[in-house]
């Protein structure tokens, strides 16, 4: 499938970041875009290998976050930019690489077409990146340049069984939790608004884990989902509006956990089970000494096995793009661009 993307009318430098991460329009949890994975038919809402009931009193465990079930899917992603209005000077092209995540395996590139000029992993979380600097293959007025990545991988359930009374302090000088702990563009974590209803909703509990699902829970009950179609605005404004997409439920998550010092990050990428161009965006917290543990607050609301299973656990129906929403280019883009999640830089 080609995807055709807004027209170049506006800069004799132009900066595009494709599909997976900017575009103009909605990234919700459903709408039709750029990478087609082709595999046996499976029902749109996802099907879950096991949801464990839920127990009333905490059962001593030894906690930990393990991959199972694998699925192997291919995917084909195809893009194409056509000039609709000027001449070019110059056209960075920055792209998505494809990389082993906790849930995510065994990829082999099948594919890249044209090849890039660099390929690389962001300098902040870790994403990684193709870049095309397009010379001789500009296109003119009315032209198209179309890009083409085909790979396979294996997709895992994640399933996190964690023992609160386990949970170890957070080394609040590493590295990894002074950068998922800070405040961001679209996580706005020391807004007084965010603060305040992380104090509220926390009362007196102070463990990160249950401190986690109670924020989860939060989203779950209280916010609304609808297809608002301006791209990622992030938390402050799912407050403010009250109504937002899946990308806007991870980063309230997100800003909550982090305004009570517990490091979350965001995680984007594509529905699988569809064999469609659906994006999707979730979150994820980290507990010390266990690691990182999923949640996905816009499907939980879906249903209450959802939201049981959709905290602490992640299907095998995905393909992750990128974590983190505001990821600085490699090589750097002009005046230092940091990509916000589905934004147009034009």
């Known amino acids: 499938m080609k995807i055709h993307y807004p027209s170049i009318t506006k800069r004799s430098v132009f900066l595009f970041f494709l599909a997976s991460l900017l575009l103009a329009t909605s990234f919700a949890c459903g709408l039709s875009f750029g990478s087609r994975p082709t595999l046996t038919p499976v029902p749109v809402i996802p099907t879950i290998t096991s949801i464990p009931e839920p127990s009333a009193t905490l059962t001593p465990v030894l906690s930990s976050v393990t991959q199972q079930n694998p699925k192997r899917y291919r995917v084909e992603f195809i893009a194409s930019i056509r000039n609709d209005g000027f001449t070019l000077n110059k056209l960075l092209v920055y792209q998505p690489r494809p990389i082993i995540w906790d849930g995510q395996q065994d990829i082999s590139i099948e594919m890249v077409s044209p090849a890039p000029d660099k390929q690389s992993e962001d300098s902040v979380f870790g994403n990684g990146l193709y870049y095309w600097n397009v010379i001789k293959e500009m296109p003119g007025i009315g032209e198209s340049l179309q890009f ?11 399933t996190a069984n964690i023992n609160p009374n386990e949970i170890q302090p957070y080394n609040k000088n590493s590295p990894l939790y002074k950068l998922y702990t800070r405040p961001e563009s679209f996580i706005e974590s020391t ?3 965010i603060v305040g209803i992380a104090n509220q909703v926390a009362a007196s509990e102070e463990n990160p884990y249950l401190l986690a699902q109670k924020f989860y829970n939060y989203v779950v009950e209280t916010a609304h989902y609808r297809l608002v179609g301006k791209g990622l605005l992030g938390a402050k404004a799912l407050l403010t509006n009250g109504e937002g997409e899946c990308g806007d439920f991870a980063s309230l998550f997100i800003a909550l956990s982090r305004a009570k010092g517990i490091p979350a990050r965001s995680v984007a990428g594509y529905w699988a089970i569809t064999g469609l161009e659906q994006r999707h965006v979730w ?3 980290y507990i010390e000494g266990i690691g990182w ?17 959709y905290f602490g656990n992640m299907d095998n129906q995905r393909v992750i793009l990128e974590k983190g929403f505001n990821i600085p280019m490699d090589p750097p883009a002009p005046d230092n661009y940091l990509v916000p999640l589905m934004t147009l830089l034009q």
């Open 148 to 158: 083409k990545i085909i790979f396979t991988y294996t997709a895992y359930e994640i």
């Open 191 to 193: 807004d007084p608004q």
């Open 283 to 285: 979150a994820e917290f």
């Open 293 to 309: 543990i999923p949640v996905d607050p816009t499907i939980g609301q879906q249903s209450a096995s959802n939201k049981n299973y």
